[in-house]
């Protein structure tokens, strides 16, 4: 198994290594453990399921209120 320390999920994940934390103690973000006081680690296999239900409710979201779901096919968006 592969851990990441939480400035490297947070990278991977593309979140400052703030937001990070701020989903963690809002118990909002991806699993992690608790190696001592000042360790997190993530396993990727966890980050990856995270951005799996995250992608999985943006879809329902953009569904939901009958709106595209990638950024560049939005009804408001100038091209040409």
């Given at each position: ?5 939480s400035r490297d999920a947070a990278r991977y994940l593309g979140l400052s ?45 953009a569904r939901k209120h009958n709106a595209p779901a990638c950024v560049g ?8």
């Amino acid at each position: 198994m592969a851990y990441l320390n939480s400035r490297d999920a947070a990278r991977y994940l593309g979140l400052s290594h703030k937001t990070l934390a701020n989903l963690r103690a809002q118990g909002a973000g991806p699993a992690f453990r608790k190696g001592s006081a000042r360790t997190v680690r993530y396993e990727q296999a966890a980050l990856d399921a995270y951005v799996a239900q995250k992608d999985d409710e943006w879809q329902a979201t953009a569904r939901k209120h009958n709106a595209p779901a990638c950024v560049g096919e939005h009804p408001n968006s100038r091209t040409g």
